[in-house]
């Protein structure tokens, strides 16, 4: 005897695992921006977002693509350049009229000192007021990429040439890391101007 079923099927969103409904939710019901950031294989990409009834609406962004027109040619993946990241979104916010907003990580299980972590103190620094825990910010050193340039320059002349052959054929020396970091961030800022 056949039985009437009354099984529903799931968001397909959810079922994909692409949005958590739940935490949504709690984000929407706040009011105020978004700061989504997500991480690709290549990028890093950071955005203030907004709900609105036809689609959320992105109000500002930045991307570690788009750090070449700052003078940032290093790697769009590491730590600097999610920093960097975060940092052109929130000026770009900033400039928008954008003074408040809440992180939103997505399915990223949150490990302290991670990229997405980075991105939100570029934020931070450019001036929005995001809410945060201390500890879960990199240091300043891992930021600027003091940890690359150190590594770097521990390394003999082969060692150099065959793990940094990426920044070599961008004309980066990975031993001057810092340098390139403050000239990109200085550059982001005159955008604001």
Known sequence: MARDSTYKVGFR???????NYRKRLELVKSGRHR?????????????LVIFDR????????GNSRDLEKFG???GKKNLPAAYLAGFLAGTRAKKAGIESAVLDMGFRTPVHGARC?????????????????????PAQERLSGKHIEDYAKKLSPEEFKKKFSGY?????????????????????LQEVK
């Open 72 to 74: 940032w040619i290093a």
């Open 13 to 19: 969103r959810r079922r994909e695992g692409k949005t």
């Open 54 to 61: 036809q689609g959320d609406k992105v109000s500002a962004e």
């Open 117 to 137: 972590f980075a991105a939100l103190k570029g934020a931070i620094d450019s001036g929005l007021k995001i809410p945060f825990e201390a500890g879960a910010l």
């Open 35 to 47: 700061l989504v950031v997500r991480q690709s294989n290549k990028c890093v990409l950071a955005q």
């Open 168 to 188: 070599a054929s961008r004309n980066v020396d990975a031993r001057n890391l810092t340098a390139l970091f403050e000239s990109a961030k200085k550059n982001i």
